[in-house]
């Protein structure tokens, strides 16, 4: 019997090794499994393939890990691992909450102090929050645990070995966190407007409200004097729906530890993502699928990451005009040529293969992009094949398996060569964050017009804080932040207001 599944074994790996074909352009390139050392080894590969293999399927990494990073990390997974669900400090922990004490001496030194993500909006805003509260745990030693009542676990492998980052459901405040909102008593921000939190009453658990309807109060959190409050609170539960990194960089008692970790700035989400959210073997299982199937032959693929935000999820010509527009003005896609000129192309270069990867609530644009190229030759000889994984027509936030093909097709973007985002997605942000990528952005039209220029290019891969605090915490009315700190810039899709770490401070906007 162990001699058959032992066999069994080396069949399968044989068997997945045969059927992972990443394209003769990469056959070459070295297998770094570990990432330059983010990863740990510590994990059993079977119980989550994509977390060695993304490797495979992706160039060698320009951006270096820090070593500072790596030994952070390592850090916290030992940490986490102590204090973690199903550990006596948890217990500990938990039993306190209970009781709701509000001394602070109950918060001793020593002891195991936590932070709770809540699961809200769409898997774009989960994703970037999720990353932004795991660094904030990671500055301030406090263990994360995420809200398991939605699909989290059928989304993403758990990111520490010997360990779960789930929520216990038995969790005490459990029934109540649904119901948490700006008004709620132990909101931190409620409570600094009705002066009941002080260095002497500090609270067993507090809440933080950083969504997009945050008030001035709640955006206190962010200061380095409320810092030193919140640090001493053992439960912290936060939601948010904003990618809120770039507003901790600009706290000086972060700073400092900040430029250690990510000496490149713009690489914080790129690192932190691939380190965090690696996809189930279910959700692994479309993205292999689909690159082999569509991508893999490919001499150049481009990723276009289509979102209307608009009442009406139907399909509108301008934005179709733009997105060739675009495509071919930045040489993204070759123009098209009369059947004569195409002729004479045809003899003179060898074709090439571009496959273009279209992810979009609506088919129609990638139908429309895919009849244009068969219809008409192109002025390079070159084949464009346009492929779509899903079509699903409306957003379905927190059905299992619509929010499986929403991972799968950001991590298929990706995995692109070039890519075109719409301005204002955080499933655009996702994308071009694990890829390491600068997308053009597709700049947002106006009354149903294609714009113009129709789209940019960014100078940053990090995403927008789209709704940040508009003065610093020091800053008098009329200052702009982003002076202040050489190294965050207003966002290309949001010119006048969202912030975003850039690592180029010769380049402004």
Not at 197 to 203: A, K, L, M, R
Not at 303 to 310: A, M, N
Not at 337 to 346: F, H, L, R
Request: net charge positive.
């Amino acid at each position: 019997m162990l001699l058959l599944l032992s066999f069994s074994n080396i069949f399968k790996h044989q068997l997945l090794g045969a059927t992972i074909n990443v394209g003769s352009k990469d056959s070459v390139k070295p297998r770094d499994r570990l990432l330059g050392g983010l990863l740990t080894a510590d994990f059993d590969e079977d119980s989550c393939l994509s977390r060695y293999q993304s490797s495979l399927y992706r160039k060698p990494s320009p951006y270096r890990t820090s070593e500072y990073l790596i030994s952070k990390l390592r850090n916290y997974e030992m940490l986490h691992k102590r204090c973690g669900p199903g550990t006596d400090a948890y217990k500990r922990a938990t039993e306190k909450l209970g009781h709701d004490h509000e001394n602070v001496g109950d918060s001793s030194d020593g002891e195991c102090k936590y932070i709770v993500w809540v699961a809200v909006y769409g898997l774009g805003n989960r994703i970037l929050t999720l990353a932004s509260v795991f660094l904030y745990a990671l500055l301030t030693e406090r263990i994360i645990l995420v809200d398991q009542r939605k699909d989290i676990s059928d989304l993403f492998c758990e990111p520490f070995p010997g360990t779960s980052w789930l929520l216990p459901l038995d969790f005490p405040l459990m029934g109540q966190i649904d119901s948490f909102n700006r008004e709620y008593s132990h909101c931190y921000g409620t409570m600094l407007k009705n002066h009941t939190i002080n260095s002497t009453t500090i609270p067993s658990h507090l809440y933080l409200h950083l969504l997009h309807d945050y008030r001035d109060q709640d955006k206190m959190f962010f200061c380095q004097k409320d810092q030193s409050l919140v640090d001493k609170v053992p439960w912290l539960v936060v939601k948010s729906n904003l990618y809120f990194i770039p507003s901790l960089w600009l706290n000086p008692s972060f700073q400092t530890e900040l430029i250690k970790l990510f000496p490149q700035k713009d690489t914080v989400f790129y690192h932190l993502a691939r380190y965090l959210f690696h996809p189930t073997n279910q959700v692994w299982g479309m993205v292999t699928r689909s690159y082999n199937a569509y991508l893999s032959r490919a001499d150049e693929i481009l990723g276009i990451q289509v979102r209307v935000f608009s009442r009406q999820t139907k399909y509108f010509q301008h934005v179709m005009d733009q997105i060739v527009a675009c495509t071919q003005r930045e040489k993204l896609l070759p123009e098209f040529a009369a059947q004569e000129e195409a002729q004479v192309t045809n003899t003179s270069n060898p074709s090439k293969l571009k496959a273009v990867l279209v992810t979009s609530l609506n088919p129609e644009y990638s139908n429309n992009l895919k009849k244009m190229y068969w219809e008409h030759p192109t002025t390079t000889g070159d084949i464009v094949e346009v492929y779509q994984p899903s079509r699903e027509r409306f957003q379905q936030t927190d059905k299992k398996l619509h929010d499986q093909k929403a991972l799968a097709e950001m991590y298929l973007l990706s995995l692109t060569d070039k890519l075109v985002t719409s301005a204002l997605s955080t499933f655009g942000y996702v994308a071009q964050g694990l890829g390491g990528l600068k997308p053009w952005i597709l700049y947002t039209p106006k009354k149903f017009k294609s714009p113009n220029p129709p789209c940019g290019r960014v100078i940053s891969m990090e995403p927008c804080f789209l709704t940040p605090p508009v003065h610093g915490c020091e800053a008098k009315k009329g200052i702009n932040t982003a002076k202040i700190v050489p190294f965050v810039r207003h966002c290309e899709d949001l010119r006048h207001y969202g912030l975003k770490l850039v690592d180029d401070t010769k380049n402004e906007l």
